[in-house]
């Protein structure tokens, strides 16, 4: 990787950060929770240059996030002065169509990508997402489950900087080591899973007072078409800075993994046990 990690010792996180420069099976570090670059691979088929260089980053005010552009909103709306194509990226209806069939065809090529580097996996849910938008500092926290998801499944996520500058993230502990630092412990015994990420980040990561300054964080920048993968339900993470990038998602059948027990149920049911 051309950039420099400023890091913890694992210990001291409680994952591994991987990198590696070629397509190979991911399965076992994915399985594991490790956070894994792929930095000098290329997506055959994917139009690098479209995203690149035609597509242009945006600001919104105060830099705030956004929801991403799913597919739904890319294909299925229709073109007015409205649509976030036009409003954010300036895209006339011509252009418009030029986006969508680029969309379907980056599609193809995550989906294609995905087999390669996890051939195992059957699941269902595969979605592209775009988030163009110039990001700086968002807060330290971990993602949050859905609705949809309550262990029958285990999510996928697959991030690209399809910029021209580096993106820089900041991840911190694993939730075992998170969780070490909750005073009382006996009230998280019986909660479910969305819950317990939910106080646990609210508790330790969230509270309005600690912010990730104070907190002991790895910063990792993305050089360009880097990619990498995380679980943001098991580490804490926050954008420092970063435009342009894409995420695919996928949701896997646990019953196709090779090993389940380190996703969120198991986790967190260890950790309720252990109480
Ligand atoms: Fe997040």
């Not at 990690?5 to 950060?17: D, H, Q, S």
């Not at 479209?50 to 909103?73: C, G, L, Q, S, V």
Request: hydrophobic share 35%.
């Amino acid at each position: 990787m051309k950039n420099t990690l400023l890091a913890l010792a694992p210990e001291y996180r409680g994952y591994n950060i991987v990198v590696k420069n070629k397509i190979e099976d991911l399965t076992e570090p994915f399985e594991r929770n490790d956070l894994i670059v792929l930095d000098g691979v290329t997506i055959p088929g994917f139009p690098y240059e479209y995203w690149m260089d035609t597509i242009p980053t945006y600001f919104t005010k105060n830099n705030r996030w956004e929801p991403p552009m799913f597919a739904h909103e890319v294909l299925k709306e229709e073109w007015s002065e409205r649509h976030r194509l036009f409003r954010d990226l300036d895209l006339d209806e011509e252009h418009t169509t030029t986006f969508r069939k680029m969309h379907r065809r980056t599609h193809q090529a995550w989906l294609s990508f995905q087999k390669q580097l996890f051939p195992n996996y059957e699941g269902n849910n595969e979605v592209l997402s775009h988030r163009y938008n110039t990001l700086v500092y968002n807060r330290q926290h971990l993602d949050l489950l859905d609705g949809d998801h309550t262990g029958t499944e285990h999510q996928l996520r697959m991030s690209m900087n399809l910029s021209h500058k580096p993106r820089t993230l900041t991840v911190g502990e694993h939730i075992n080591h998170l969780f070490n630092r909750v005073e009382d412990k006996v009230r998280y015994k019986d909660m479910n899973i969305h819950d317990f990420i939910f106080e646990l980040r609210n508790e330790v990561i969230w509270n309005g007072e600690n912010d990730y300054a104070g907190l002991p964080v790895t910063f990792a920048t993305f050089p360009p078409k880097s990619i990498w993968i995380f679980n943001s339900n098991v580490m804490n993470h926050s954008v420092v800075w970063g435009e342009k990038c894409q995420m695919w998602e996928m949701d896997i059948y646990l019953k196709t993994m090779t090993s389940t027990s380190n996703t969120i149920p198991t986790l967190v049911r260890e950790l309720q046990a252990n109480i």
